[in-house]
């Protein structure tokens, strides 16, 4: 590839041999056409150039300072290279109105240097077809997978059934066990490279992303990080080496002064009457129909006469005499089409004459339009006849009430049904004064819609300024081709034509869209001498011109540009000069001019002298404008902007140049700012709108020191440019179209014009002429959709008639805006796709374009987003209309089909990195219980050796012996209850049936199954009291049961590994179940997951024979294994604790006192039975305590969500125990029936404690969501509580029946990541509420503990929350035992502070001790407990500590189609999963305001945004998420995601 700095500028280009030049143009060609790949180009025109390269070079130097200064006609430009050069450069997929040679060559110069380094970042992932993988497919592991077998494969077929979450299920990764040797067989998922097999697509795509982070960022910007209260980021100061401004203060430049006429009207409405009634016959304005012919023709007479008839009957027949509905100064709406000026006219100067104020608007039914005229007070609109047919009816022919709209009274103005006014009535028509003529509406940046007021007077003098600028004589003829209502088409069409006595011939919007080239068939057809046109005008005219070649342009004296503030219109007016000079175009007639609707017309160039030359242009260095310094650029040729003058300042008026931001101090002449002017001519204020007023209506120039420049107002242009040599002045922008990126100011069009230098013609849409949509006008937001159309087809390859029309009839729709995320501006492209574009196409052009940008601006672009054809909001006349583009954006409704994220490469003020540092160590200070001057966070529950109680715990130790006693002193006791989904009991179990059921169990245990005292036996049975007839039998017998979650039927692909993994790692010797799940064991479907001829002895206790054991086991020390629990922890790992029997009596003692638990009590169970609390309370306190336990399975629920609520109605229960799963499912699923629970009768007033089972940090949200929703049917608030516990310690935490209520604090986030708590108020930003985890349980101590030092912290400081207490497990059960693990997590001292050496157990919970103002039952202080998170699910990212949840909560609620979310690091990125319960098509939203709210909320760079189905995210049986095992199916590719976006 050649060089980049061999190869010619266009100059150079030009010194060439004619051959070469003819060569490079061919060669030029077949690359357009497709016939030569880009590297086959580079290398034949490097081969050609490099002959010539030396004096290419010196050409280009010798030549670049005749360039800057150079000022030929267009035509020669374009005339001096070969024809068929010439053919190739206007058969480019890009509209020529942005065509600039320069620009092009820079923007494939800066590609270029991109070519032979691919983009190393990954395409997105899409599903393509919404067929989902069956189970087998999808949970097919990679081939190199090992025994046991991998379970990270669930949800993946479940989800792709129902949209509905499946049942929990607890997941762990394969072979995933706490305290596992280092040497054992696992998974070769974790075998591989980072974790991560080596066959999978998802890993490969995120190590190409990881690639690309590795390339410094550019440029190299400062970082801080403020901590504590003033950690704000702030936008990183700007280069010290940016260029500054060096001329002296500018002074305002004055314009020529306001020729007096001695016969000028002294108001527009005399200079009517005068025509009106002079000159009656004399053409005004002319219609054309949809053919572009002329269709009506209205004189000034007419004009005058049904102008008057309007103006009388507004005033005297729309009301009574006494209550006339109007009155002068009153406003009025006028809404008329695009295509009907004679209406218009007629309406506009009927209110002129009837005084009151005409406000001519767009769109019927716009809500920000409604605003505009709710804030001027208008009740009345006009329109036509045809139009009010047009407009929306209720079924009582009424107009519909748009919405934000106030009612109107809609009157006709079509002369029928006007009234002639007597002969003695005439208007009255003073001289022209500051009292308001018309209001013409502005929309802002934001999409807000303003009323620009003008007074008579300004309308009088500004048609005296265009009149002389012009040069406009009577009788001329002017063709309009702009939007007659507003801006210069109705300066130029509608006033200065009246002033004049001129014929305007308005050619619609719609006739421009069938007939491109109609208005310069009316300039030929009526020799007109002046045209009003816009840049889309002038390139829709080349694109048609083939079709009709005897057209004249030689009368037209001036064509007078008004979008010339488009610095991109030069190229525009070159082309165009360049095709129509041979047809008569002179070149001096082209006339740019500026306007604004606050300043109205700003400059116009004046009309030349044939023969003289032609103004010169600025050669401007695009470093240099986005620091606001105008600097001839010299040195990178790659990004330099040409721009053409706008002429001079208007006749009587003055401008100046102003600071954009801040006070409106007075630019240096090298400096570029906003575009004041003080004239008669500009608005006076925003109706309505004082204070914006002032800042844009009444703006004192001040001076460096900031003492004014005399006392003259000016008025904001809105426009950004600077005062060229003789005053010339120079548009290079509008504030509209400003993007401030980190301090550096950007012009959208400018971005647009790179962006379609990029190759586009694959990718971005090009609609027809018939569905196009113009640009928009000069009142909207700067950076809006251009229309870029293709040029003439070549002619090395005609095409057919109808195909050439077909393919020249199109446009690139894009638009470019800014968005505020992380204290600064981000850069937004949206361009509209072509419906048979590729997603490999589209993705490159997207890459392609964030090259260009990058390279040419030296700016990131933070989010490029390609859209389906045709769906970007539209304005009336056709463009883009951006602030709804970006609204749509924001809010996640703008639907894209393809998204590129780019944070990494464009946010470049993050927080630095926290260092951490030393925490309190060993050589603190300690006074008595003080940790550096404050208390140690310590706290305990009640103590139980002093706690009287029955002969219960001193006669039996052991719970197989409280069974025994029970059975035999209340034979007839019911325990347990179990509920089907009707609510309805279908199995109960006295003292005496349960012992007597566990007695037979533990007789086929000894006779089937052989077993000695000590083995494992796992018990695999549904919800039920057959599970706790079996864990007796257990004990009776002697064996340790462990209870399994049997596995789903629908998915034992998914959920048998983990059965038959918890089997291997417990050794059981023997499997209790019934015949159902025995027969589920051993079926074919079962042998496809597991090997199932390797089971333990399987033994059936549905049919039990009548025999007992001779003798009862008792084991010889409390400190015997009483039975193993096992769980998957949130982080995926499966772990087995020890549960001895002193430790099972301690803890249900605890639960007992805590709850006060007695005989004579019920409670309802609604939990999983397997492990931790959830399995304490289902099995074993009731048999210790002698109540009664109504169990309720929560799969139940599924099929009747009433049955939990209206069962603790129906029995009056005051204590319940549920999931979080169950409260949701409540939550959602009753969140709208609870009138329907009342008619039921349900009534919870009788709950004294509702109490959630859970290991992790309480949902507040959703407790307090729960106590909100059923307060009505008598729940009371103060009964819902939590409980906390983890595997080391199943219940530390209970709310229990007394002592004070749960306590709630709002902490800060930032410092919550520093490992630091900071209380604040309710209300603070970034805070977190936190609750209370219920109260201690007696006997239970803990101790807060930095978890690296192993010392103990203050008070209210985080740490790890250690526990001691009797019913700790003993240990964990593995296959390998690791006495290091066991001895750090359950058998640890803390490292100084301890005198006694207690060992503690280790939670891995973080959390704080907060001694409160209350009193607990002690009567001593209350010290709560507020459990923060796991410390295994942290995710440590930039040095700071975050907590899933957090982010989590954040994506939750950023949109509603956000069902379910979670949150895991890999390899340092931060991948957010997010379900999706809405339509497919709002996927790509969510990938944005994903990224957005992680940046804003917890400043960190989200590296891959996957969307899936609802369900997909695992939740175990608590309804907790397993992130992990989320991760593990993530990076096999077994999720079957909606989207996967990989952010730059």
């Not at 306001?258 to 025509?275: F, H, K, T, Y």
């Amino acid at each position: 590839m050649a060089e980049r700095g061999l190869e010619p500028s266009p100059a150079a280009v030009a010194a060439l041999p004619p051959e070469v030049r003819a060569q490079l143009a061919e060669l030029e060609l077949e690359l357009s056409e497709g016939d030569i790949t880009q590297k086959g180009y580079e290398k034949k025109r490097s081969k050609l150039l490099s002959p010539y390269s030396p004096q290419t070079q010196e050409t280009d130097s010798a030549v670049q300072k005749e360039l800057r200064n150079q000022t030929p006609a267009p035509s020669t430009a374009q005339t001096s290279a070969p024809s068929k050069y010439h053919r190739t450069r206007s058969g480019g997929a890009r509209d020529e109105r942005y065509r600039s040679d320069i620009h092009t060559e820079a923007v494939q110069a800066a590609l270029a240097k991109h070519k032979e380094q691919k983009m190393a970042l990954p395409m997105p992932t899409k599903r393509r077809s919404t067929f989902v993988q069956s189970p087998a497919d999808a949970c097919t592991p990679p081939e190199n997978f090992s025994a046991p077998p991998d379970v990270t494969t669930t949800t993946s077929s479940s989800s792709s059934s129902s949209s509905i979450r499946p049942a929990n299920i607890d997941l762990p990764p394969s072979g995933i066990v706490k305290g596992m040797h280092k040497g054992s067989n696992r998974s070769s998922l974790m075998d591989t490279a980072d974790g991560v097999p080596v066959s999978s697509r998802v890993s490969t795509k995120i190590q190409q992303l990881l690639n690309t982070l590795k390339r410094p960022k550019r440029p190299p910007l400062k970082e801080f990080f403020v901590d504590d209260s003033e950690e704000i980021v702030e936008v990183p100061q700007p280069d010290p080496n940016q260029p500054k401004p060096e001329g002296r203060q500018m002074t305002p430049v004055k314009g020529e002064p306001l020729g007096v006429i001695c016969n000028w009207p002294p108001a527009l409405e005399s200079a009517l009457q005068r025509w009106g009634t002079t000159q009656a016959k004399c053409s005004c304005l002319t219609a054309l129909d949809m053919t572009g012919k002329p269709v009506y023709t209205l004189t000034y007479g007419k004009l005058w006469s049904r102008s008057l008839k309007l103006a009388y009957t507004l005033l005297n027949k729309l009301g009574t005499k006494n209550e006339p509905v109007l009155k002068p100064g009153d406003r009025v709406a006028l809404v008329y089409p695009n295509n009907d000026p004679v209406m218009f006219m007629v309406a506009f100067y009927g209110c002129l004459l009837a005084e009151v104020i005409p406000v001519p608007i767009e769109d019927a039914g716009g809500q920000q339009i409604g605003f505009l005229l709710g804030s001027c007070g208008i009740a009345l609109a006009l329109t036509s006849e045809v139009c009010l047919k047009g407009l929306p009816k209720t079924q009582n022919g009424e107009i519909v009430q748009f919405k934000g709209w106030p009612r109107l009274k809609w009157v006709v103005t079509d002369s029928k049904y006007l009234s002639k006014p007597p002969k003695d009535w005439q208007p009255h028509i003073s001289p022209a004064g500051t009292e308001p003529a018309y209001i013409e509406y502005k929309t802002s940046k934001e999409g807000s819609v303003m009323g620009v007021t003008v007074s008579r007077l300004a309308m009088l003098s500004h048609c005296q300024a265009l009149s002389q600028a012009c040069n406009y004589s009577e009788g001329e003829t002017i063709v309009n081709v702009l939007d007659f209502k507003k801006d210069a088409g109705l300066w130029h069409g509608m006033f200065a034509n009246v002033m004049n006595k001129m014929h305007t011939i308005s050619v619609p919007y719609s006739v421009m869209k069938t007939c491109p080239l109609s208005w310069v068939q009316r300039v030929h057809a009526h020799k007109a001498k002046v045209a009003l046109v816009k840049c889309r005008d002038l390139h829709w005219a080349m694109m048609a011109h083939r079709d009709q070649r005897d057209v004249s342009l030689s009368s037209l004296r001036m064509l007078i540009v008004t979008d010339g503030a488009n610095p991109w219109s030069v190229s525009s007016c070159d082309a165009f000069l360049s095709l129509f000079q041979s047809h008569g175009l002179k070149p001096e007639a082209i006339c740019p001019c500026a306007t604004s609707a606050e300043a109205m017309t700003v400059a116009i160039r004046r009309p030349g002298v044939p023969g003289a030359p032609l103004p010169g242009r600025a050669i401007l260095s695009m470093n240099g404008l986005s620091y606001g310094v105008i600097r001839v650029n010299t040195e990178d040729k790659n990004s330099a902007l040409t721009v053409q003058d706008v002429g001079h300042v208007m006749p009587g008026g003055m401008m100046c140049i102003v600071k954009p931001d801040g006070p409106p101090q007075l630019c240096k002449t090298d400096e570029i700012g906003e575009i004041c002017v003080s004239s008669r001519t500009g608005g006076m204020m925003y109706f309505g709108l004082a204070g914006v007023t002032k800042n844009t209506f009444e703006v004192i120039p001040v001076n460096s020191a900031g003492s004014p420049v005399g006392d003259v107002p000016f008025i904001r242009s809105g426009l950004l440019g600077f005062v060229g040599p003789g005053s010339l002045v120079f548009v290079v922008g509008k504030m509209d179209g400003l993007l401030m990126v980190s301090g550096r100011r950007h012009n959208a069009d400018d971005i647009v014009a790179t962006g379609l230098a990029v190759e586009a013609i694959k990718t971005v849409y090009r609609g027809r002429h018939t569905g196009l949509l113009a640009v928009p006008q000069t009142c909207q937001a700067r950076p809006y959709l251009r229309t870029f159309s293709l040029s003439v087809p070549s002619a090395r390859k005609p095409l057919p008639p109808d195909l050439r029309v077909a393919r020249v009839l199109t446009s690139f729709r894009i638009a470019v805006f800014s968005v505020s995320v992380f204290y600064d501006e981000r850069i937004v492209v949206v361009a509209e796709q072509r419906p048979d574009a590729s997603e490999e196409d589209s993705f490159q052009w997207m890459s392609r374009v964030l090259q260009a940008i990058d390279s040419i601006h030296q700016v990131g672009v933070y989010c490029l987003a390609l859209v389906p054809a045709n769906t970007l909001p539209k304005t009336p006349l056709g463009g883009i209309h951006i602030s709804q583009t970006k609204q749509l954006f924001l809010e996640g409704s703008l639907h894209p089909c393809n998204i590129l994220m780019c944070p990494h490469t464009c946010v470049t003020n993050l927080p630095k990195p926290r260092q951490k540092q030393p925490g309190v160590g060993p050589a603190s200070v300690m006074v008595g219980n003080l940790v550096a001057g404050k208390r140690i966070a310590q706290a305990a529950g009640r103590d139980l050796g002093q706690i009287e109680e029955n002969d219960l715990v001193r006669k039996h130790q052991f719970l197989a012996e409280i069974l025994q006693w029970r059975a035999q002193a209340t034979p007839d006791h019911v325990l347990f209850m179990l509920l089907n989904a009707k609510g309805t009991a279908v199995c109960t179990a006295s003292c005496l049936q349960l012992h007597k059921r566990a007695e037979r169990i533990a007789a086929v245990l000894g006779d089937k199954g052989h077993l000695n005292a000590g083995d494992n036996v796992v018990l695999l049975y549904p919800p039920g009291i057959e599970l706790i007839a079996a864990f007796y039998g257990c004990l009776y017998a002697g064996c340790i049961p462990v209870t399994v979650r049997p596995p789903h039927a629908q998915n034992l692909t998914a959920t048998l590994p983990t059965v038959r993994m918890i089997v291997d790692v417990s050794k059981a010797a023997c499997i209790l179940t019934g015949q159902t799940l025995m027969r589920l064991l051993r079926s074919r479907e079962a042998a496809a997951a597991v090997d199932v001829k390797t089971w333990p002895t399987i033994i059936d206790t549905d049919d039990l024979p009548r025999k007992r054991l001779p003798q009862l086991y008792k084991p010889p020390t409390p400190e015997m294994l009483a039975y193993l629990d096992f769980s998957v922890s949130t982080t995926g790992m499966l772990t087995g604790v020890k549960m001895s029997h002193s430790a099972v009596n301690a803890l249900c003692r605890a639960i007992k006192l805590q709850c006060e638990l007695y005989s004579s009590r019920q409670i309802a169970i609604c939990l999983d039975p397997y492990c931790g609390l959830g399995f304490a309370l289902w099995c074993l306190c009731s048999v210790y305590s002698g109540h009664q336990s109504v169990l309720i399975p929560p799969m139940e629920l599924e099929n009747n969500l009433f049955l939990w609520l209206a069962t603790v109605n129906q029995y009056k229960i005051r204590d319940t125990f549920c999931s979080y799963s169950v409260m949701e499912l409540c939550t959602k699923g009753l969140g709208n029936q609870v009138e329907v629970l009342k008619t039921r009768g349900i009534n919870l007033s009788c709950v004294r404690t509702c109490v959630v089972v859970a290991e992790e940090r309480p949902r507040v949200a959703l407790q307090q969501s729960f106590s909100k929703l059923f307060k009505d049917i008598g729940l009371s608030p103060r009964a819902v509580s939590t409980t906390f516990g983890s595997r080391v310690n199943v219940a530390i935490c209970l709310q229990g029946t007394s002592g004070p209520d749960p306590t709630t604090v709002y902490v800060d986030l930032k410092s919550l990541r520093h490992d630091r708590v900071r209380l604040v108020e309710r209300g603070a930003p970034q805070s977190l509420l936190l609750s209370e985890s219920g109260k201690i349980l007696p006997g239970v101590k803990v101790v807060i503990v930095n978890p690296e030092t192993k010392g103990p912290v203050g008070d209210s400081h985080l740490g790890e929350i250690w526990v001691n207490s009797p019913h700790t497990a003993s240990g964990y059960y593995t296959i390998y035992d690791s006495e290091t693990l066991q001895a750090d997590h359950f058998n640890t001292r803390l490292s100084f502070g301890d005198a006694a050496q207690t060992l503690w157990a280790r939670t891995g919970y973080l959390g704080f001790v907060r001694r409160t103002e209350l009193t607990a039952a002690t009567g001593e202080r209350h010290d709560a407990l507020y459990v923060v998170g796991a410390l295994d699910e942290t995710l440590e990212l930039r040095g700071l500590r975050y907590h899933p949840i957090d982010i989590e909560t954040s994506v939750s609620r950023i949109h509603r189609s956000i069902a379910e979310c979670a949150v895991f690091t890999w390899t340092n990125l931060l991948v957010v999963v997010v379900e999706l319960c809405g339509s497919e098509q709002e996927a790509l939203d969510l990938v944005p305001l994903v990224t957005n709210v992680v940046l804003e909320e917890h400043y960190l760079i989200v590296g891959v945004v996957v969307v899936v189905d609802p369900g997909v995210i695992p939740i175990n049986s608590r309804g907790e998420k397993q992130r992990m095992h989320l991760r593990d199916s993530f990076l096999a590719d077994q999720l079957d995601p909606i989207y996967v976006a990989y952010n730059m």
